[in-house]
């Protein structure tokens, strides 16, 4: 089992190893964790893990209730927001509870900022079952739900108390969901890591690619745990991905979006002589052999007014990420007459 240490204003580990989930209830005891918990999670996942985990937590006394989402990006709203709340308060939870999060980063979020805002704030724990959620939105803090303008626009930093990373249901995913996850990990080997982007050119084990982005996220939150700075530059590919999830009604998966979107910032870096060819063609090169989509099926004067809402943005100026060299990019921030004329 690998151990991560993020050093925020409420410290927690984040434990990465096979058969998490099953032992989950010692976990939280070990961190004193007790009383009743209210675990999320949705219907894509509820069948596969839900059981394991409730059995989990029984045997070790808590007292356990399940709320269950529709899955996907719809239901990151205030509607179920609501619903989880109300059912959370039906069941007595106090603020000595704990609200736990089974699943993917829609579910992370949603339980997040519901454990952010319910009672004040209760105890939380995030146990994704995804790679995507794994390597990032399950790290950090930062939780959210949807508003018809955008993504993510309404939400709150709020750390978990622990972290618990399970490889074992990656298994299960569908190659698509999968690919997401991918899409995660290859930013963080270009913001700042060209060593891990060598690893992925051949085969890999999860648990080291899992740590490895985990810690770089750490590492970033310790520095700028409120997204002021060096934060933003896990947003790397999101200012066009999110535009492009929103423009879609989110029928485009996040890593997709992603994906496309650090794809077309990069060509225009290229173009623009901001960074060489070679950093594109390893780009093309991974996207390629993860099953990553590259070009947009928008064009980018259709995304504009998307990105105008884009949570980095301030006044008429957005901050992007630019991609310098491999493994290194730098924050740049553009006016709308700029990131325009860089990106058409």
Same mark, same amino acid.
């Given at each position: ?15 990465? =190893? ?14 004193? !964790? ?29 007292? %356990?209730?399940? *709320?269950?989402?529709? *899955? ?8 179920? !927001?609501? $619903? ?46 995804? !790679? ?43 190659? @698509? @969901? ?17 060593? !891990?982007? @060598? ?9 080291? %690619? ?10 970033? %939150? ?15 590919? *999101?200012?066009?991905? *999110? ?34 060819? @070679? ?11 993860? =099953? ?18 884009? $949570?980095?943005?301030? =006044? ?29």
């Amino acid at each position: 089992m690998k151990r991560i240490d993020v050093r925020a204003g409420k410290p927690y580990q984040v434990k990465i =190893g096979r058969g998490l989930l099953r032992s989950c209830g010692a976990e939280m005891q070990g961190i004193n !964790l007790y009383g009743k918990i209210m675990i999320v999670t949705d219907d894509n996942v509820a069948p596969l893990y839900l059981q394991t985990v409730s059995e989990s937590l029984k045997n070790c006394g808590f007292s %356990v209730y399940s *709320h269950t989402l529709p *899955h996907g990006e719809n239901s990151k709203n205030f509607d179920e !927001l609501v $619903k989880l709340l109300n059912f959370t308060a039906h069941c007595g939870l106090t603020r000595s509870d704990t609200l736990v999060a089974l699943g993917g980063g829609v579910v992370g979020d949603l339980c997040g900022f519901a454990a952010a805002i319910y009672m004040r704030g209760v105890h939380f724990v995030q146990l994704p079952t995804t !790679l995507l959620a794994a390597v990032d939105s399950s790290v950090g803090g930062k939780t959210a739900v949807d508003l018809t303008a955008g993504k993510n626009l309404a939400g709150a930093f709020y750390q978990p108390d622990l972290v618990l990373c399970d490889p074992e249901p990656f298994a299960t995913l569908p190659g @698509e @969901e999968y690919a997401n996850g991918m899409a995660e990990v290859i930013k963080y080997g270009f913001i700042r890591d060209k060593e !891990l982007l @060598e690893l992925l050119q051949q085969s890999f084990e999860e648990e080291e %690619v899992v740590a490895r982005c985990v810690q770089s996220k750490a590492d970033i %939150v310790a520095n700028d745990e409120f997204d002021r700075g060096e934060r933003m530059l896990l947003n790397f590919g *999101h200012t066009v991905g *999110h535009a492009i999830e929103a423009k879609s009604g989110y029928a485009i998966p996040h890593g997709q979006a992603v994906a496309i979107g650090m794809v077309k910032i990069t060509q225009a870096c290229v173009k623009n002589g901001l960074c060489p060819q @070679e950093t594109l063609d390893i780009m093309l090169k991974l996207t390629e052999r993860y =099953g990553l989509p590259t070009e947009s099926p928008y064009p980018m004067s259709e995304l504009f007014d998307y990105m105008v809402n884009d $949570k980095k943005s301030s =006044g008429d100026a957005i901050t992007f990420v630019l991609p310098r060299e491999t493994g290194n990019c730098e924050l740049k921030k553009l006016t709308r007459t700029e990131w325009t004329a860089l990106l058409s």
